[in-house]
């Protein structure tokens, strides 16, 4: 019996461990070893052990992808060298003509890989405000073959229905992939939901220590498996099999750690919410945010990212916050066990044109955290102070 037959069925904490872990056969090593080889000796041509070169198979590499299925409740993963080069595999799934409906509250590097190079090859995007999905449905065309939606979005905490946009999809024979790095698999399961492929910039919370720059992919279609697979390694952006040990790795407490980061983050909303200073707090937690409903149905909590804007708006004033934290680090990325403060306008947002950003609230002051496990009253103290 497989490692993933045997887990159907478990818990989430008992799966987020046991995903993808067999003792190695030749010494019995509980931790997946790490294959640092290119090649595997044949004995004659052909005659392996579905091993050949190291950018098609390796065993690190399969067992990760084996927990990555395991842990979002899918059929099949494949991890890719980066959270880009993820969605870069699925957008070559789409011919020159074809045309994505794509949310327009992305992280900057997505739409920067579909305005930028995909564009260049023919293929169309549409953007459109996805958390309404009226207008999801509207901007399919007959050249529509898939859809693009990330929730909760980066920076703004916008929360898409993701189980209406499924049906949308399927009604319309067009696939729809789910951007899950903000949500996790402990928050929420996109497959689960309809969803056709989900997206992880492993990166963010699977790897959690800011360690490593990895990506997945996670589908139950077979045959999109294998053309996926396909572009895997002929395309060849795979992780090596240090990185896919780290992220193996950071799965095993990825429960812990979120419920830590959505403790927190609920402790840093509260604080926000009720300071003189701040005007308004994008959080999905909040029983007044706009699409509260549906992140309560579809998620399992609301985690601990974050953005927010001062009452005085102005560039200066945001920047004196940004640099007067002391345990929140000024950094881009997120996920990580430490906090870490961020400005989206010049930061991770920056290659979104300004007129873009502003339309869809992403102002020149806004301010994102990423709540790290640290304790919560030191991370409030800290912020305290920086907010003066
Ligand atoms: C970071 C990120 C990506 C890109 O992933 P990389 O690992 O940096 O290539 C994609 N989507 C979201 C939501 C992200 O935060």
Redesign the pocket.
């Known amino acids: 019996m497989s490692n993933k037959d045997a887990l159907a069925g478990k818990k989430m904490a008992t799966k987020f461990i046991h995903a993808g872990a067999e003792p190695d056969p030749s010494t019995g090593a509980i931790m997946t070893p790490i294959y640092q080889t290119s090649t595997y000796v044949q004995s004659s041509p052909g005659d392996h052990k579905g091993y050949e070169y190291a950018r098609s198979q390796n065993p690190t590499r399969a067992a990760l992808e084996t927990a990555l299925a395991v842990i979002e409740n899918g059929k099949y993963g494949l991890a890719f060298s980066?959270?880009?080069?993820a969605?870069d595999a699925v957008i070559k799934l789409l011919n020159s003509g074809d045309e994505v409906v794509a949310g327009n509250d992305l992280?900057g590097?997505?739409y920067r890989l579909f305005t930028k190079v995909f564009e260049r090859f023919g293929i169309k995007f549409t953007y459109v405000d996805s958390t309404n999905t009226d207008k999801v449905k509207a901007a399919i065309t007959s050249k529509t073959k898939l859809i693009w939606i990330?929730t909760p979005t980066?920076p703004l905490m916008n929360i898409t229905d993701i189980a209406a946009v499924a049906a949308i999809a399927k009604k319309a024979g067009v696939l729809l992939c789910v951007?899950n790095?903000?949500a996790t698999p402990y928050l929420q399961n996109p497959l689960d939901l309809g969803a056709d492929i989900v997206m992880h910039?492993?990166?963010?919370y699977l790897g959690g220590h800011s360690d490593v720059?990895?990506?997945a992919l996670i589908m139950n279609d077979h045959d999109l498996r294998e053309r996926l697979y396909f572009i895997q390694k002929s395309c060849g952006a795979v992780p090596g099999p240090m990185d896919c040990f780290l992220v193996l790795r950071g799965i095993k407490t990825l429960h812990v750690r979120m419920r830590q980061h959505c403790d927190n983050g609920f402790v840093i909303a509260q604080f926000l919410r009720n300071h003189p200073k701040v005007d308004r707090v994008y959080w999905c937690g909040f029983k007044d945010h706009p699409n509260y409903e549906i992140a309560k149905t579809q998620m399992r909590g609301f985690g601990g990212m974050m953005s927010f804007t001062l009452k005085d708006d102005s560039v200066e004033a945001s920047v004196k916050v940004l640099s007067s934290t002391k345990l929140f680090s000024l950094a881009e990325?997120?996920g990580g066990v430490e906090s870490l403060i961020n400005h989206p306008a010049s930061m991770t947002h920056a290659s979104i044109p300004r007129e873009e950003r502003i339309k869809n609230g992403l102002t020149d002051g806004l301010i994102r955290l990423s709540v790290g496990i640290e304790d919560a009253d030191d991370l409030v103290e800290d912020l305290k102070q920086a907010l003066g």
């Open positions: 980066s959270g880009v080069a969605t992280y590097g997505t990330e980066n951007d790095t903000f910039s492993s990166t963010k720059i990895q990506g990325s997120l």
